[in-house]
């Protein structure tokens, strides 16, 4: 047997213990990998390949990738204020809050009122807006990261429709997924896909709660960006490829390679972040891998320092090392708990790294 034979029998194995590790969860799921540009992995777990899961946070990516594109063609600029654009956020403090520190969450306004305040008015973006206007600094702008969990989406989204004068899920679908040809991502669940929807599981009084929220009809059907873009593993592989290949793919153009170089720049390492009270690396749109063996990394254990992606609750994953040519999506719709959630990314991430990294 040649070592190259070899070598593929190797990963074989290793690509078979990370779907036994999916398996044996018992999830509904989808998990996609994608090494040098092919697929290497491509597999559903009770559920069509074309199915699309609910990304939570994993979602924010792409809403954060638009404001870039903008500030690549000029429309606007990262360090300018969002009240240059957006009059009425500037009030009560936020005058001075640029673009940039809203994409690397260091606004100073990770909730308008509190997380669970915000959650109750996010199905109407108006009310939504509105808060974020009237609200105050909890921090001073760029003085600290602090995770924002559903206003990260409200003031890039509020911003993107000031600067174009269109609604944000109209300028997702046509400047990112019309051109990439990924008809199997939503910002919102169209009502005409309702009846294909997975609802999410979860465990606990808590999380059943949060099952509660996030089954209802009114909740997946709203334009949330910070929450509700739905997506299939295969294209969010491709939304990650795009990008790890310098913005054109298949032909298709959509990004500068500066702009996606930009985006991926850390912005806090080491910091622990306010809301989350963990140490996370933040870039200008992406959370950032790193090698530690002392606890869980949902990006694996031997993750490298350029790796970037996000993490939605938990439940969905997905990241692209340039080093190693590697891109993972990983969709679920279980909520677990944090401790369960991260330890269970951390063993799918490890596996896939050791099998194609």
Same mark, same amino acid.
């Given at each position: 047997?040649?070592?190259?034979?070899?070598s593929?029998?190797?990963?074989?194995?290793?690509?078979?213990?990370?779907?036994d590790?999916?398996?044996?969860?018992?999830?509904?799921?989808?998990i996609?990998v994608?090494?040098?540009?092919?697929?290497?992995?491509?597999?559903?777990?009770?559920?069509?390949?074309?199915?699309?899961?609910l990304?939570?946070?994993?979602?924010?990516?792409?809403?954060?990738?638009?404001?870039?594109?903008?500030?690549?063609?000029?429309?606007?600029?990262?360090?300018?204020?969002? =009240?240059?654009?957006?009059?009425?956020?500037?009030q009560?403090?936020?005058?001075a809050?640029?673009?940039r520190?809203?994409?690397?969450?260091?606004?100073?306004?990770?909730?308008?009122?509190?997380?669970?305040?915000d959650?109750?008015?996010?199905?109407?973006?108006?009310?939504?807006?509105? =808060?974020?206007?009237?609200?105050?600094?909890?921090?001073?702008?760029?003085?600290?990261?602090?995770?924002?969990?559903?206003?990260?989406?409200?003031?890039?989204?509020?911003?993107?429709?000031?600067?174009?004068?269109?609604?944000?899920?109209?300028?997702m679908?046509?400047?990112?997924?019309?051109?990439?040809?990924?008809?199997?991502?939503?910002?919102?669940?169209?009502?005409?896909?309702?009846?294909?929807?997975?609802?999410?599981?979860s465990?606990?009084?808590?999380?059943?709660?949060?099952?509660?929220v996030?089954?209802?009809?009114?909740?997946?059907? =709203?334009?949330?960006?910070?929450?509700?873009?739905?997506?299939?593993?295969r294209?969010?592989?491709?939304?990650?490829?795009?990008l790890?290949?310098?913005?054109?793919?298949?032909?298709?153009?959509?990004?500068?390679?500066a702009?996606?170089?930009?985006?991926?720049?850390?912005?806090?390492?080491?910091?622990?972040?306010?809301?989350?009270?963990?140490?996370?690396?933040?870039?200008?749109?992406?959370?950032?891998?790193?090698?530690?063996?002392?606890?869980p990394?949902?990006m694996?254990?031997?993750?490298g320092?350029?790796?970037?992606?996000?993490?939605?609750?938990?439940?969905?994953?997905?990241?692209?090392?340039?080093?190693?040519?590697?891109?993972?999506?990983?969709?679920?719709?279980?909520l677990?708990?944090v401790r369960?959630?991260?330890?269970?990314?951390?063993?799918?991430?490890?596996?896939?790294? =050791?099998?194609?990294?």
């Amino acid at each position: 047997m040649s070592g190259a034979e070899r070598s593929s029998e190797r990963a074989g194995a290793s690509a078979r213990e990370v779907l036994d590790l999916i398996d044996a969860r018992g999830s509904v799921a989808q998990i996609c990998v994608l090494h040098k540009g092919k697929v290497v992995l491509d597999h559903a777990f009770g559920c069509a390949a074309d199915t699309s899961f609910l990304l939570f946070s994993a979602g924010k990516p792409l809403v954060a990738m638009l404001v870039h594109l903008l500030a690549e063609r000029g429309q606007l600029a990262l360090d300018d204020p969002m =009240a240059r654009y957006w009059p009425e956020f500037g009030q009560r403090g936020k005058d001075a809050v640029t673009i940039r520190q809203a994409l690397q969450h260091r606004s100073g306004v990770p909730y308008a009122r509190s997380v669970h305040g915000d959650a109750l008015v996010a199905t109407n973006w108006r009310r939504s807006v509105q =808060a974020l206007e009237r609200a105050h600094p909890t921090w001073r702008p760029g003085e600290v990261p602090a995770y924002h969990v559903l206003s990260y989406g409200f003031l890039l989204g509020e911003l993107i429709r000031r600067v174009t004068g269109t609604e944000v899920r109209e300028v997702m679908r046509s400047e990112l997924l019309d051109p990439l040809g990924l008809s199997g991502t939503h910002l919102g669940t169209p009502p005409s896909l309702w009846a294909q929807h997975i609802p999410v599981t979860s465990r606990g009084f808590d999380g059943r709660l949060r099952g509660l929220v996030f089954n209802r009809r009114s909740v997946r059907e =709203a334009v949330i960006p910070a929450a509700t873009v739905s997506s299939t593993a295969r294209d969010l592989a491709r939304f990650y490829q795009l990008l790890l290949s310098g913005g054109e793919l298949d032909g298709v153009r959509v990004f500068a390679s500066a702009t996606i170089a930009g985006a991926r720049q850390p912005s806090s390492d080491g910091e622990v972040d306010r809301v989350l009270r963990l140490p996370i690396r933040w870039s200008q749109a992406f959370q950032l891998g790193g090698p530690d063996a002392t606890r869980p990394r949902p990006m694996g254990r031997r993750s490298g320092w350029k790796t970037f992606g996000h993490n939605g609750s938990h439940c969905c994953l997905a990241w692209a090392d340039p080093e190693r040519q590697l891109v993972f999506a990983y969709l679920t719709n279980r909520l677990p708990s944090v401790r369960e959630g991260s330890r269970h990314q951390t063993e799918v991430s490890d596996a896939v790294l =050791a099998a194609f990294g």
